[in-house]
């Protein structure tokens, strides 16, 4: 295999590269989705810096394998399509779930790669008609996949409603007075409709000392303070419990103030409506960015395989070519920081996002270590199946991501619905089996 010469590598090869990096596509999630991410509430441009990070450390591993020291500017592009792709693709994993992430970006970029290898770059098949059912039929069983790993949606909505408005009530119930002789109590009718008798207007010098309050990031203590401004009052609210969103919102709105439900879903303008959107539905549209946009950075080695960079060879370009990209990702988001702090350096510098080294540093490396290997054996499928055959025989990476949102973070609940899945699966390893049969050597 030595400086990537096709002919020392056959097909089997291939098969092989294309069935190991599929393991390691569908297992570098799993550090993403742990414990400690989901509780530091880890950037996602921060555990893509971990994958780049560890991509450019490795790569190097294949100069005493043989590989010369060279690069193509090829690997710049790549970068430029997989890294803000697995940024996104972080978040939708984040917000959606692993099993579905990795469903639906899978699905997005085995029709991109058959796309541009069978109809834009002519990679022999022994007939196209074929070759389309195949990848037809893998891009259903992903599908497939991709829906039964979703949660279960609430069935009746009238009981969804009792139960929260029982626990809204429970809730109100802990809500006692400071010792400044603030005393509030919030009392739920039958309608819902929660009320609050208060013996003085809160002011400047009055805290209301509640039992449960919500934050933006995390919940309040004793030694954190929230401050919201309504009608030049401030109310200061000390806590160590979140108070639910609609209990905050009558909390506020009783003082003249506003309310948001941050980090659970966004509102924006398009097109002169607003639309909003939840963080599941927002996960799924970055896996689908996922999908489209850094489902294409194995493109640029078709070109760069003409300039000799096929194989091991293109590993070193395309992982500096990351590293680059991360770099100027890291800049724009400081001058970012800068204009919206109005040039305020130091201020710009801690609005970055941590790193969170002494927490996250094993996480971090296993995801780009797992990563990187996947990345290594891609490039060799590619390199001797094709951009149509070997990177989509790669999304196979499907059935390992379900499995451990199966078994590891209970993400698929219910017999029949796992049944279900399963089912799915075969019919996506069917297609699989079928577009390697129409590969043509």
């Given at each position: 295999?030595?400086?990537?010469?096709?002919?020392?590598?056959?097909?089997?090869?291939?098969?092989?590269?294309?069935?190991?990096?599929?393991?390691?596509?569908?297992?570098?999630?799993?550090?993403?989705?742990?414990?400690?991410?989901?509780?530091?509430?880890?950037?996602?441009?921060?555990?893509?810096?971990?994958?780049?990070?560890?991509?450019?450390?490795?790569?190097?591993?294949?100069?005493?394998?043989?590989?010369?020291?060279?690069?193509?500017?090829?690997?710049?592009?790549?970068?430029?399509?997989?890294?803000?792709?697995?940024?996104?693709?972080?978040?939708?994993?984040?917000?959606?779930?692993?099993?579905?992430?990795?469903?639906?970006?899978?699905?997005?970029?085995?029709?991109?790669?058959?796309?541009?290898?069978?109809?834009?770059?002519?990679?022999?098949?022994?007939?196209?008609?074929?070759?389309?059912?195949?990848?037809?039929?893998?891009?259903?069983?992903?599908?497939?996949?991709?829906?039964?790993?979703?949660?279960?949606?609430?069935?009746?909505?009238e009981s969804a409603r009792d139960e929260e408005r029982t626990k809204m009530q429970a809730a109100t119930e802990s809500i006692v007075?400071?010792?400044?002789?603030?005393?509030?109590?919030?009392?739920?009718?039958?309608?819902?409709?929660?009320?609050?008798?208060?013996?003085?207007?809160?002011?400047?010098?009055?805290?209301?000392?509640?039992?449960?309050?919500?934050?933006?990031?995390?919940?309040?203590?004793?030694?954190?303070?929230?401050?919201?401004?309504?009608?030049?009052?401030?109310?200061?609210?000390?806590?160590?419990?979140?108070?639910?969103?609609?209990?905050?919102?009558?909390?506020?709105?009783?003082?003249?103030?506003?309310?948001?439900?941050?980090?659970?879903?966004?509102?924006?303008?398009?097109?002169?409506?607003?639309?909003?959107?939840?963080?599941?539905?927002?996960?799924?549209?970055?896996?689908?960015?996922?999908?489209?946009?850094?489902?294409?950075?194995?493109?640029?080695?078709?070109?760069?395989?003409?300039?000799?960079?096929?194989?091991?060879?293109?590993?070193?370009?395309?992982?500096?070519?990351?590293?680059?990209?991360?770099?100027?990702?890291?800049?724009?988001?400081?001058?970012?920081?800068?204009?919206?702090?109005?040039?305020?350096?130091?201020?710009?510098?801690?609005?970055?996002?941590?790193?969170?080294?002494?927490?996250m540093w094993l996480q971090g490396c296993l995801s780009g270590v797992l990563w990187s290997v996947g990345n290594f054996f891609a490039?060799?499928?590619?390199?001797?199946?094709?951009?149509?055959?070997?990177?989509?025989?790669?999304?196979?990476?499907?059935?390992?991501?379900?499995?451990?949102?199966?078994?590891?973070?209970?993400?698929?609940?219910?017999?029949?619905?796992?049944?279900?899945?399963?089912?799915?699966?075969?019919?996506?390893?069917?297609?699989?089996?079928?577009?390697?049969?129409?590969?043509?050597?």
């Open positions: 295999m030595s400086h990537g010469d096709p002919e020392k590598c056959g097909e089997a090869c291939g098969y092989a590269a294309a069935f190991l990096a599929a393991v390691c596509f569908g297992s570098f999630g799993v550090p993403v989705k742990s414990e400690v991410v989901s509780r530091l509430d880890v950037d996602p441009l921060v555990m893509q810096s971990y994958k780049s990070a560890m991509g450019f450390l490795t790569c190097w591993i294949i100069i005493p394998m043989g590989q010369p020291l060279r690069f193509t500017t090829w690997g710049i592009l790549s970068g430029l399509f997989w890294v803000p792709g697995g940024v996104a693709g972080i978040y939708g994993i984040r917000t959606a779930g692993l099993a579905v992430a990795l469903g639906t970006w899978s699905s997005l970029i085995v029709l991109t790669s058959f796309a541009w290898g069978i109809f834009i770059f002519e990679e022999h098949v022994k007939s196209k008609s074929g070759a389309c059912c195949a990848c037809g039929t893998l891009i259903a069983g992903l599908i497939g996949m991709s829906i039964f790993s979703r949660p279960r949606t609430k069935k009746d909505p007075a400071d010792e400044d002789g603030v005393r509030k109590r919030i009392h739920s009718s039958k309608d819902s409709k929660m009320e609050m008798r208060k013996e003085e207007p809160l002011t400047e010098s009055k805290v209301v000392t509640c039992k449960r309050v919500a934050t933006k990031k995390a919940p309040l203590t004793k030694a954190k303070t929230g401050v919201v401004k309504s009608n030049n009052e401030i109310v200061s609210a000390q806590s160590s419990l979140p108070l639910p969103p609609l209990e905050m919102e009558y909390l506020l709105d009783r003082q003249g103030g506003s309310f948001q439900h941050d980090n659970k879903s966004l509102t924006m303008t398009l097109f002169a409506q607003q639309v909003t959107l939840t963080k599941r539905q927002m996960g799924l549209l970055a896996c689908m960015f996922n999908g489209l946009w850094g489902g294409t950075s194995m493109i640029p080695l078709h070109f760069a395989a003409a300039e000799g960079y096929g194989g091991p060879s293109y590993v070193i370009s395309f992982c500096c070519g990351s590293m680059l990209v991360t770099i100027a990702l890291w800049i724009m988001r400081f001058l970012f920081e800068l204009y919206r702090l109005e040039g305020a350096l130091g201020k710009a510098y801690h609005a970055l996002p941590s790193f969170h080294t002494r927490q490039i060799i499928s590619v390199t001797h199946l094709g951009q149509g055959v070997g990177y989509s025989f790669t999304q196979a990476s499907m059935l390992v991501g379900g499995l451990w949102g199966i078994f590891r973070f209970k993400e698929i609940e219910g017999v029949d619905r796992i049944l279900k899945w399963f089912l799915s699966a075969c019919i996506a390893l069917t297609g699989i089996m079928w577009l390697s049969y129409e590969h043509a050597s």
